[in-house]
């Protein structure tokens, strides 16, 4: 009886070094060899590293294939503080403290500056209903809020004039002295942002690492790919659902203004220019580019922790103690990154409304689970620029990144859904899946099509509340105005966590 055959990937890497061949050569070198003693050839590896294949007579049945990740998603939520008069408060840590004896269900953690607080919660198994757990969470730290005096501010800039109290951690002052510490402090002081988590297929990372695998002849590893250039693609049109930062310092920049603070985005001219905080740095915080493999995102990974220790070499290499103690998939700040904990963090939303943080996360993921599960290819093409979304096959096509980053990213961080084009490619993404969520009357959902029916987006709600209030539309606003429309809007994220409470929300389904 002819043995059986056993291998995988770290044993075809391992005659891939004693024979002096290229791993992928391995595969069929092993394929010959089962073949001279008339076995049948075991099918090309997976990202299932570890995952064993016996054949022969004697081998028992073939191991199924691995049944695909569940579509995890989890939230990072940035929020600013008020006092009870409206303006921002610098009280943050007093929370903090009080919400880490609370026994909350989420770990409450502080940010850049002290007037910030931050709600983590990655993609987890543990957590079956993860949006209505982060709900209960915030309820929970409002009150506790409340109780020290304090509101919380939902939105992703404040609408009148503040200073930033920055913590004083190495970490931040390694920032600050390699950006400037006034555009440093400025460019993130100012601006809270919802990150959306989600699963890497499975196999992809190394959970030992921490970082991406070398894969050769895997299609998760094609998957892996798919997802990224997609979650670049939606950019623009999620970006729209979450905009909530028409205003900094009392002045109105922008639909979504925070994206001019942040990302190396520009516009305005003469004094009234704003240029984002890595305007001068791209690599470290503009849009990525699209990926055509998996390599490339490694290499990229590389790159950006080089060109960062370069930096702090040449700048102030008292802080390099630092950077290498970090793991470098922590120097990327731009929209999208892999994250160490093994997800997709796509950053590029402003905070806002629970409404339309599920209804925004909803859309994303089942955009995403389209993708992995009709093993779609997303293809940048001139044909994505007129047919944005156009699903032919297995393609589906969006635009180039030339037309994404320098086109459709600045119309909708200047005009939104005013915009007719950004209108129509929102409305595509909407449409590509929107018929595949099963619960259509999910408050989340409802709100994105609300959106799309009125193309009236948070920013256009927070501009017209403040001409009520008196605002010309010109000048800044009075510090009375905006730190009244910032307790109106503490006051609407109250009611609006409570009304979701115990709903059921599509987002915490496992399909």
Known sequence: MAPALLYNMSQKQTLAEAVGIPISNAQALLDSAARLISLPAAPADSAAEGATYETGPSAPARRKPRPMKRHLVGFETEMLLLEENGVVSSRADELITAAQGAGLAYPIHHDYTHNMIEIASVANRKVTRGAQVWLQTVKKLMDMADKTGLRIYPYGTYTGTHVPVPNTERYYRMCEDILGPPKYTYGTGHVCGFHLHYCLPYGTFNKGTKSLRHLFRSKYKDQLVSLYNMLLAMDPAVSNFMESSPFVDGRHVAKDSRLFLYRAMRTGKGPDALRGLYYDLPLFGRLPRYSSSISDLILLVEQRYEAWKELVEERHPEYLDIVESKHPL???????????????????????????????????????????????????????????????????????????????????????????????????LHALVARDIPIQKDSGLMKIKNILQTRRTQSDVILEQARKLGWDGQDRLEEETARRLALDSADEFRREVERLLNTELAIDLEA
């Open 330 to 428: 922590q120097f990327n700040w731009s929209p999208l990154r892999i994250n160490r904990v093994g997800t997709l963090e796509y950053r590029g939303m402003d905070m806002n409304l629970p409404a339309n943080l599920i209804g925004t996360s909803l859309l994303v993921k089942y955009a995403l689970k389209k993708v992995r599960r009709e093993e779609l290819e997303v293809v940048p093409s001139d044909i994505g620029i007129k047919e944005p979304f156009k699903l032919e096959g297995r393609r589906l096509y969006v635009p180039p990144y030339s037309y994404l980053s320098e086109v459709l990213q600045y119309k909708s961080a200047l005009t939104g859904m005013a915009d007719a084009e950004v209108y129509r490619y929102t409305k595509a």
